[in-house]
């Protein structure tokens, strides 16, 4: 009876100390499932992102012989190095106007009753689901020479004879300012729309001016979204093709005509690919920069 006892307590102890590598499995399972749940982005993002980032990369080095002479030619032409500059500088434009219209427009609709932020935020949203060859186009009636703003401003005397407002620099900025303008004025009225208005007011009791208060105060609270919300239309700025192509002359054509020329006039794939690689490069490494400082940013860590 003892040995029976004996001999069932060691089969127990037995069976418990086999059973304890068995614990971790529901982890495993469990992170299996978590990974499973990833997969369908993870073919998405490899599918659509990454297969034809290495297809533009292989066709740049490939086309049309083997070598890097499309990067060479790239940047040693001055034509396309001035496109390469005409780009960055339209783009620098567009984003220091559109921030300078932006950061007004949502800070009054951050305090502005709701009913009315609401209502503007619809006009807003329902100029960026209309179509966009038919804004521009909207743009070209407008600013041509015998347009409604050149006979406006005739008529107030504020000029004497018509404006040039269409096939320079001018008709492109207005056009993407336009265009670009929801994109930033969205992150940065949800930015100051969260930070305490006591701030601004302990500010003043504590002798600060209006300015002082503006620029001490609410400019590095809110500048994690006017970080996100200037890189976003630069970026986009950067790649934008139909506005400037409509709107701008030759004398300011931007990188996304020139890859679209090479394509379909020149059939010089190689070249458009080099292009096309270079300024995803550079749109990546905007987008890096941006998050390794952001959580550097003056009130990142207080606004969300």
């Given at each position: 009876m003892?040995?029976?006892?004996?001999?069932?307590v060691v089969m127990s102890n037995a069976v418990s100390t086999v059973a304890e590598p068995s614990v971790p499995m529901p982890k495993?399972?469990?992170?299996?499932?978590?990974?499973?749940?990833?997969?369908?982005?993870?073919?998405?993002?490899?599918?659509?992102?990454?297969?034809?980032?290495?297809?533009?990369?292989l066709r740049s080095v490939l086309d049309p012989s083997p070598g890097l002479q499309?990067?060479?030619?790239?940047?040693?032409?001055?034509?396309?190095?001035?496109v390469f500059g005409n780009t960055f500088f339209v783009a620098s434009v567009v984003t220091a106007v559109t921030l300078v219209i932006g950061f007004?427009?949502?800070w009054l609709l951050a305090i502005a009753?709701?009913?009315?932020?609401?209502?503007?935020?619809?006009?807003?949203?329902?100029?960026?689901?209309?179509?966009?060859?038919?804004?521009?186009?909207?743009?070209?009636?407008?600013?041509q020479q015998t347009g409604p703003i050149n006979r406006l401003l005739m008529w107030l005397g504020v000029i004497h004879e018509p404006l040039t407002l269409v096939n320079n620099l001018t008709g492109v900025t207005i056009g993407m300012t336009y265009i670009m303008l929801p994109f930033l004025v969205m992150p940065l009225h949800a930015t100051l729309r969260a930070i305490d208005p006591t701030?601004?007011?302990?500010?003043?009791?504590?002798?600060?001016s209006r300015w002082q208060?503006?620029?001490?105060?609410?400019?590095?609270?809110?500048?994690?979204?006017?970080?996100?919300?200037?890189?976003?239309?630069?970026?986009?700025?950067?790649?934008?093709?139909?506005?400037?192509?409509?709107?701008?002359?030759?004398e300011y054509m931007m990188l996304a005509?020139?890859?679209?020329?090479?394509?379909?006039?020149l059939l010089n794939w190689g070249l458009a690919g080099a292009a096309a690689f270079v300024l995803l490069l550079v749109t990546l490494s905007l987008y890096a920069v941006q998050l390794r400082f952001s959580g550097r940013a003056p009130g990142a860590s207080g606004v969300h």
């Open positions: 003892a040995a029976d006892h004996l001999e069932g495993l399972s469990a992170g299996f499932r978590r990974a499973r749940l990833v997969l369908p982005a993870l073919l998405l993002l490899i599918v659509f992102f990454l297969l034809p980032v290495l297809s533009l990369l499309n990067y060479a030619q790239l940047f040693g032409s001055t034509t396309y190095l001035r007004p427009t949502a009753p709701r009913w009315v932020s609401k209502l503007v935020f619809a006009i807003l949203l329902l100029s960026m689901w209309t179509n966009l060859l038919a804004r521009t186009f909207a743009w070209m009636v407008l600013l701030t601004l007011r302990a500010a003043a009791i504590c002798g600060a208060a503006f620029w001490r105060v609410l400019v590095p609270l809110a500048m994690p979204g006017i970080a996100s919300g200037a890189l976003m239309v630069f970026v986009m700025a950067l790649g934008y093709f139909v506005t400037p192509a409509l709107l701008g002359g030759p005509e020139l890859i679209a020329q090479l394509v379909q006039q």
